[in-house]
């Protein structure tokens, strides 16, 4: 799982830590590595390490085993733990920690008091200027939005040039439109400045859209590493299938590329054999109105129907069990329509 790269910023080798001798492993055997201009993304539910695995790699918390390099020197092992503050990482927390009785300037200066005063405002203006926040440089943080707080945040971890940002759950304090737009000015941002980064969430959408790769934490254990695209389309895992959106998870029976299912017969993305199971996401699926041409013993009947504007969710009822369907809002079924599932795109075969 662990990747070579040349280009390698930051290293994750087989970190464990266990908080009690009898609990359970909390982070377990996680390896991973962040390239230069990077942005990862470590994504999972509530508990399931990732926080504690960015505290280990941030210096907050002491590893029980396996290693953490910045630039090829080891900075967490059992052995040598290098303090949080000379690691040469900055941080956003979702909390934007910001001081209040201090101007955005102010803010971004603070951790620049060893640069000389002119070296130190030409900091700041590269700062204010690269996160567009030059007009608000004299408000006070209770003037300015939870985005802009947020990109003063970012601003003032960036300004002691370290060599990676670590970002914990940095937009959860922001509604839904404020989030999208402060993540899209974030990674435009950081991608401009070519910095690295390391993004904690546990919101899907947020890791598919905001970063380069995503490591999908389940348990302590990394189930899979791979671009937004690879961990959406090919999930290897019926944790990653469904953490990562709707999908239909299929019992089949398999023999080369296809497999038999209350689909009916489908494509699958690989080889296999015997008993498997089996991953279709909603989108990769069409209905048909059911006739006596197509139907060959298939037909399912419409549950429900999820009108979303631009598109419709629909619950389809099969012979043994249901499935879900995502279809444009061109398709006018209604409840109890008899219909026909077509598949669009071979099925994903899942490890068990
Ligand atoms: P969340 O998104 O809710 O923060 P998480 O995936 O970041 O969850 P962690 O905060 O890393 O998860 O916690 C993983 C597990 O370790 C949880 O069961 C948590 O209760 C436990 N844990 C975390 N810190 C400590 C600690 N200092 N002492 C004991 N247990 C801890």
């Known amino acids: 799982m662990e990747q070579n790269m040349s280009n390698c910023l930051l290293r994750v080798h087989g970190l464990t830590k266990q908080f009690s001798p009898a609990g359970e492993k909390v982070v377990n055997d996680v390896s991973f590595s962040v390239a230069q201009n990077e942005i990862f993304a470590i994504l999972g539910p509530s508990g399931c390490g990732k926080t504690t695995t960015l505290r ?16 090829n020197r080891v900075i967490e092992c ?30 971004v200066g603070f951790g620049l008091n060893k640069l000389e005063s002119k070296e130190r405002n030409k900091r700041i203006d590269e700062m204010l200027e690269l996160t567009g926040l030059g007009a608000f440089s004299h ?25 990676i940002i670590f970002l914990d759950e940095p937009f959860s304090n922001l509604d839904a439109v404020m989030r999208q737009t402060t993540r899209n000015e974030i990674r435009t941002i950081l991608k401009k400045a070519g910095i690295s980064a390391v993004l904690v969430t546990h ?6 859209s905001f970063a380069d790769r995503i490591a999908v934490m389940n348990s302590g254990r990394i189930e899979q590493i791979g671009t937004p695209e690879e961990v959406y389309y090919t999930p290897r895992t019926e944790f990653v299938a469904l953490f990562l959106g709707r999908t239909n998870v299929l019992k089949a029976r398999a023999q080369g590329m296809e497999a038999y299912t209350d689909l009916g017969e489908l494509m699958i993305n690989r080889p296999a054999s015997g008993e498997i199971k089996l991953s279709i996401r909603p989108e990769h699926l069409t209905l048909e109105r059911a006739t006596e041409r197509n139907c060959n013993g298939l037909c399912g009947t419409i549950l429900t129907r999820e009108f979303k504007g631009h598109d419709i969710t629909y619950r389809v009822k ?4 249901e499935c879900l369907v995502h279809t444009d809002n061109r398709m006018p079924f209604t409840s109890g329509d008899s219909v026909v599932v077509k598949p669009l795109e071979p099925a994903v075969v899942l490890e068990v």
């Open 56 to 71: 280990i790699m941030a210096g907050f918390e002491r590893v029980d085993s396996g290693s953490v390099e910045l630039k």
């Open 78 to 107: 059992q052995h040598t733990s290098i303090s949080a503050d000379k690691r040469g990482i900055g941080f956003v927390f979702q909390e934007y920690a910001l001081f209040p009785h201090l101007d955005v300037r102010q803010n």
């Open 139 to 163: 408000r006070k943080p209770h003037e300015l939005s939870g985005g802009q707080q947020q990109r003063v945040a970012l601003a003032r971890a960036l300004a002691p040039m370290p060599q």
């Open 203 to 208: 919101d899907q959408e947020e890791a598919l």
């Open 318 to 321: 099969l012979r043994n069990g």
